[in-house]
Nanobody, 125 residues
Framework: QVQLVESGGGLAQAGGSLRLSCGVSGRTFSSYAMGWFRQAPGKEREFVAAIRWSGGTTYYADSVKGRFTISRDNAKNTVYLQMNSLKPEDTAVYYC??????????????????WGQGTQVTVSS
Protein backbone atom coordinates (compact mmCIF):
# COMPACT_ATOMS: atom_id res chain seq x y z
CA GLN A 1 0.00 0.00 0.00
CA VAL A 2 1.23 3.49 -0.83
CA GLN A 3 0.14 6.64 0.94
CA LEU A 4 0.76 10.18 -0.22
CA VAL A 5 0.32 13.24 1.95
CA GLU A 6 0.46 16.71 0.43
CA SER A 7 1.11 19.96 2.25
CA GLY A 8 2.05 23.54 1.54
CA GLY A 9 -0.99 24.88 -0.24
CA GLY A 10 -2.58 28.18 0.68
CA LEU A 11 -3.20 31.70 -0.49
CA ALA A 12 -0.70 33.73 -2.47
CA GLN A 13 -0.78 36.96 -4.41
CA ALA A 14 -0.10 37.06 -8.12
CA GLY A 15 3.63 37.06 -8.65
CA GLY A 16 4.22 35.28 -5.36
CA SER A 17 5.51 31.81 -4.54
CA LEU A 18 4.41 28.65 -2.78
CA ARG A 19 6.07 25.29 -2.28
CA LEU A 20 4.09 22.10 -2.17
CA SER A 21 5.39 18.91 -0.58
CA CYS A 22 4.27 15.33 -1.02
CA GLY A 23 5.52 12.64 1.31
CA VAL A 24 5.35 9.01 0.17
CA SER A 25 5.10 6.08 2.55
CA GLY A 26 4.58 2.37 2.06
CA ARG A 27 5.85 0.37 -0.89
CA THR A 28 8.36 1.86 -3.27
CA PHE A 29 9.04 0.77 -6.82
CA SER A 30 12.25 0.62 -8.79
CA SER A 31 11.10 2.50 -11.89
CA TYR A 32 8.42 4.83 -10.73
CA ALA A 33 7.64 8.44 -11.40
CA MET A 34 5.81 11.05 -9.40
CA GLY A 35 3.60 13.70 -10.80
CA TRP A 36 1.72 16.81 -9.81
CA PHE A 37 -1.69 17.49 -11.28
CA ARG A 38 -4.23 20.20 -10.63
CA GLN A 39 -7.95 20.60 -10.96
CA ALA A 40 -9.77 23.91 -11.05
CA PRO A 41 -13.53 24.14 -10.43
CA GLY A 42 -15.48 22.91 -13.43
CA LYS A 43 -12.37 21.72 -15.24
CA GLU A 44 -10.69 18.40 -15.80
CA ARG A 45 -7.64 17.39 -13.83
CA GLU A 46 -4.54 18.43 -15.76
CA PHE A 47 -0.88 17.54 -15.74
CA VAL A 48 1.51 20.02 -14.15
CA ALA A 49 4.88 18.34 -13.68
CA ALA A 50 6.50 14.94 -13.19
CA ILE A 51 9.83 13.50 -12.14
CA ARG A 52 11.33 10.08 -12.61
CA TRP A 53 12.58 8.86 -9.26
CA SER A 54 15.57 7.12 -10.80
CA GLY A 55 17.67 9.67 -12.63
CA GLY A 56 15.51 12.67 -11.85
CA THR A 57 14.34 13.52 -15.36
CA THR A 58 11.65 16.19 -15.16
CA TYR A 59 8.68 17.08 -17.33
CA TYR A 60 6.46 20.16 -17.30
CA ALA A 61 3.25 21.38 -18.80
CA ASP A 62 3.81 24.34 -21.12
CA SER A 63 1.65 26.52 -18.87
CA VAL A 64 4.08 26.22 -15.94
CA LYS A 65 7.42 25.78 -17.68
CA GLY A 66 9.93 28.31 -16.40
CA ARG A 67 7.82 29.11 -13.33
CA PHE A 68 7.43 25.78 -11.51
CA THR A 69 10.15 23.36 -10.48
CA ILE A 70 9.65 19.76 -9.41
CA SER A 71 12.30 18.09 -7.29
CA ARG A 72 12.72 15.12 -4.98
CA ASP A 73 14.50 14.19 -1.80
CA ASN A 74 15.30 10.49 -1.94
CA ALA A 75 16.20 10.24 1.73
CA LYS A 76 12.87 11.72 2.78
CA ASN A 77 10.78 10.04 0.05
CA THR A 78 9.36 13.46 -0.68
CA VAL A 79 8.65 15.34 -3.88
CA TYR A 80 8.33 19.10 -4.03
CA LEU A 81 6.72 21.58 -6.38
CA GLN A 82 8.21 25.05 -6.14
CA MET A 83 5.78 27.50 -7.71
CA ASN A 84 7.05 30.97 -8.57
CA SER A 85 5.50 33.87 -10.47
CA LEU A 86 2.07 32.57 -9.59
CA LYS A 87 -0.91 33.65 -11.65
CA PRO A 88 -4.63 33.65 -10.77
CA GLU A 89 -5.11 30.89 -13.34
CA ASP A 90 -2.88 28.63 -11.21
CA THR A 91 -5.69 28.49 -8.66
CA ALA A 92 -6.72 24.85 -8.24
CA VAL A 93 -6.54 21.83 -6.00
CA TYR A 94 -3.12 20.28 -6.52
CA TYR A 95 -2.62 16.52 -6.30
CA CYS A 96 0.51 14.42 -6.21
CA UNK A 97 0.48 10.94 -7.63
CA UNK A 98 2.65 7.86 -8.14
CA UNK A 99 3.09 6.00 -11.41
CA UNK A 100 4.65 2.76 -10.17
CA UNK A 101 5.91 1.58 -13.55
CA UNK A 102 6.87 4.55 -15.65
CA UNK A 103 6.53 3.94 -19.39
CA UNK A 104 6.50 7.51 -20.65
CA UNK A 105 2.91 8.61 -20.05
CA UNK A 106 3.75 11.11 -17.31
CA UNK A 107 1.08 13.52 -18.61
CA UNK A 108 -1.83 11.07 -18.29
CA UNK A 109 -3.91 10.78 -15.13
CA UNK A 110 -4.65 7.15 -16.01
CA UNK A 111 -0.98 6.21 -15.72
CA UNK A 112 -0.93 6.95 -11.98
CA UNK A 113 -2.11 4.37 -9.48
CA UNK A 114 -1.88 6.28 -6.22
CA TRP A 115 -3.09 9.77 -5.42
CA GLY A 116 -2.88 12.17 -2.51
CA GLN A 117 -5.86 13.94 -1.01
CA GLY A 118 -5.09 17.27 -2.68
CA THR A 119 -4.13 20.68 -1.37
CA GLN A 120 -5.79 23.97 -2.32
CA VAL A 121 -3.76 26.72 -3.96
CA THR A 122 -5.46 30.08 -4.39
CA VAL A 123 -3.78 32.96 -6.19
CA SER A 124 -5.33 36.40 -5.86
CA SER A 125 -4.88 39.13 -8.44
Amino acid sequence: QVQLVESGGGLAQAGGSLRLSCGVSGRTFSSYAMGWFRQAPGKEREFVAAIRWSGGTTYYADSVKGRFTISRDNAKNTVYLQMNSLKPEDTAVYYCAVDRNYVGRHYATGAYEYWGQGTQVTVSS
